[in-house]
T-cell receptor, first 113, second 112 residues
Framework: GAGVSQTPSNKVTEKGKYVELRCDPI?????LYWYRQSLGQGPEFLIY????????DSGLPNDRFFAVRPEGSVSTLKIQRTERGDSAVYLC???????????FGPGTRLTVL | DQQVKQNSPSLSVQEGRISILNCDYT??????FLWYKKYPAEGPTFLIS?????DKNEDGRFTVFLNKSAKHLSLHIVPSQPGDSAVYFC???????????FGTGTRLKVLA
């Protein structure tokens, strides 16, 4: 069975541009999490979904960041007016239910020039 | 304010010996702790977890110890193998949420 997949694997953009990062969770997993990992740091929680709804978005750093999961499966993390400080690896994880073991994808490396 | 701290950025251990990775936390409301292992260019992989109502959990070569009074947990790997070389993260969950807080990681190198 396929694991969590994330596309693109690498994204280079210019300051001020808009980017979308996609996460395909494991089929049947109801919970989906987004994290951001900067160099030398651990994953930093951004948001998690239970089904289609965002159950906790307290980790989103500001209103330039937004995430959706319209059909309760694939999720997209959207970043508007990117800044150089947004450069990081963005990790997605899914679990069968909230609180179960999380399975991580390989991440998307975002570089903002 | 780092609620979960891994103060050793790196650790080297001889193959066959014990590896001990440490993690300290500050939030007494954390009720669930996990260890993840991460290889380069891959996402973290779950290793082992422990609930705050326990002080030890064992799974094969991996044992996690929790000392609530000291707000300290440790991961023991016995015997260490070269394939264990990776970055290890501890993570904690606040009761009533499913928001996981990660430490900064410890890079373990097991020498053959």
């Amino acid at each position: 069975g396929a694991g969590v997949s994330q596309t693109p694997s690498n994204k280079v953009t210019e300051k001020g541009k808009y980017v979308e990062l996609r996460c395909d969770p494991i089929s049947g997993h109801t919970a989906l999490y987004w994290y951001r990992q900067s160099l030398g740091q651990g994953p930093e929680f951004l948001i998690y979904f239970q089904g289609t709804g965002a159950a906790d978005d307290s980790g989103l750093p500001n209103d330039r960041f937004f995430a959706v999961r319209p059909e309760g499966s694939v999720s997209t993390l959207k970043i508007q007016r990117t800044e150089r400080g947004d450069s990081a690896v963005y990790l997605c994880a899914s679990s069968f239910r909230t609180g179960d073991e999380q399975f991580f994808g390989p991440g998307t490396r975002l570089t903002v020039l | 304010d780092q609620q979960v701290k891994q103060n050793s950025p790196s650790l080297s251990v001889q193959e066959g010996r014990i590896s001990i990775l440490n993690c300290d936390y500050t939030n007494s409301m954390f009720d669930y702790f996990l260890w993840y292992k991460k290889y380069p260019a891959e996402g973290p992989t779950f290793l082992i977890s422990i609930s705050s109502i326990k002080d030890k959990n064992e799974d094969g070569r991996f044992t996690v110890f929790l000392n609530k009074s000291a707000k300290h947990l440790s991961l023991h790997i016995v015997p260490s193998q070269p394939g264990d070389s990776a970055v290890y993260f501890c993570a904690a969950k606040d009761s009533g949420t499913y928001k996981y807080i990660f430490g900064t990681g410890t890079r373990l190198k097991v020498l053959a």
